[in-house]
């Protein structure tokens, strides 16, 4: 695939991500001849505003809409690019017919990440990757995106060692109803009404979740086991120690990571060497002045493309540490800017 004006179909267009993607694709001014959003039937034949190129009606009218289709194993015929976000199961059960069809599918489910021959690519960290790709290029989970781009950063000064990562990660990961949840139970909470709980585990208004995903055998979750995969074949470093604990909280959207990471002893790296290496990095806006009371919130960064840090200093329990805090839009770099992005590098 390396046509100047592909054909585009996003699978899963009406999800919290793919609408995200269509919007991405429009701010960006993608390419598309043509955009064709795909989801399940019941949302067939509804209209979703999209003024970038490939629109249906006329591009820059102010009236540009693409209209769903019920996706089936035909949808895919004349499509060169076909953007997945609607759930692992749907991207097994399509993966042949996008092959079969000629296009390249880029996937933002876990479904095949750890594939021998599916490179996981962040463009700002391993761009080359995609090279290698077989017809299916992965889009790595949305916490570990947000960690990678750092720690790739931090990696161009002195070799990593460990890695210690905790996640506040927004509702809006869970999916379009998971945020709506969050919304209809913090109503239900303020007006002492019984909370409607189907999305998570438990209550999600006023109270924090140590479970994303499913547990594996040695206690950890499956998110919390997918941020060290992913991260260690991204980095291209497979023996890096790395240890997660991944947390919902009652946020809407945007992660928020606190991060500890520990260099090689040899090599004393400074927190300004650290801040000068983050704010010379592609794709991350240090916000630090604890002066000013400045650091990236969830709350306020909705919206935004990069990964924001802030709070660096020195972590004193190791020889060699820094300690810092992170918060990315976890709907945009973490899934639909960054699928947007590799379909970018296939242009
Ligand atoms: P629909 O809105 O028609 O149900 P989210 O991650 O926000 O929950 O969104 C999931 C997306 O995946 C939605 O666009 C949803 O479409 C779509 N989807 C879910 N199951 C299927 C399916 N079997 N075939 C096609 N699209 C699907």
Not at 128 to 138: F, K
């Amino acid at each position: 695939m390396s046509k100047a004006n592909p054909v585009v179909a996003i699978a899963g267009a009406t999800g919290a991500v793919g609408r995200e993607m269509l919007l991405v694709m429009e701010q960006r001014g993608f390419p598309a001849s043509q955009v064709k959003a795909l989801a399940s039937g019941r949302s067939a034949g509804r209209r979703l505003t999209y003024e970038g190129p490939g629109a249906s009606g006329i591009y820059g009218s102010g009236e540009g809409y693409v209209e769903v289709e019920e996706m089936t194993r035909s949808s895919f015929a004349g499509v060169d690019i076909a953007l997945f976000s609607a759930g692992a199961s749907v991207s097994r059960e399509y993966r042949e017919a996008v092959l079969d069809a000629g296009a390249v599918m880029i996937d933002n489910s876990s479904a095949f990440r750890m594939d021998s021959d599916v490179p996981l690519v962040v463009p700002e960290v391993n761009p080359d990757d995609v090279a290698g790709h077989n017809g299916v290029i992965a889009n790595p989970n949305c916490s570990t995106i947000q960690l990678v781009v750092v720690l790739n950063a931090l990696a161009q000064l002195v070799p990593l060692r460990r890695v210690v990562c905790s996640t506040y990660q927004a509702a809006s990961g869970a999916g379009a109803a998971a945020m709506e949840e969050l919304y209809t139970q913090t109503r239900q909470f303020l007006e002492g009404e019984p909370l409607t709980i189907e999305r998570f585990a438990h209550q999600i208004a006023f109270n924090c979740i140590p479970q994303i995903d499913v547990f594996l055998d040695d206690g950890s979750t499956k998110e919390e086991w997918k941020m060290v995969v992913e991260t260690r074949k991204i980095l291209h470093e497979p023996a890096l120690a790395l240890a997660m604990t991944c947390v919902r909280v009652p946020v809407l959207r945007c992660h928020a990571e606190s991060i500890n990471v520990e260099f090689e002893a040899q090599l004393p790296v400074s927190v300004a060497e650290a801040r000068a290496a983050l704010e010379a990095a592609p794709g991350v806006a240090v916000m630090d002045d604890p002066l000013t009371l400045e650091y990236p919130m969830p709350g306020l960064l909705a919206g935004t493309d990069d990964v924001y840090v802030g709070r660096l200093r020195a972590d004193p329990s190791v020889q060699n540490g820094l300690a810092f805090w992170s918060v990315a839009d976890q709907l945009r770099k973490g899934a639909a800017l960054n699928a947007v992005q590799i379909a970018e590098l296939l242009l």
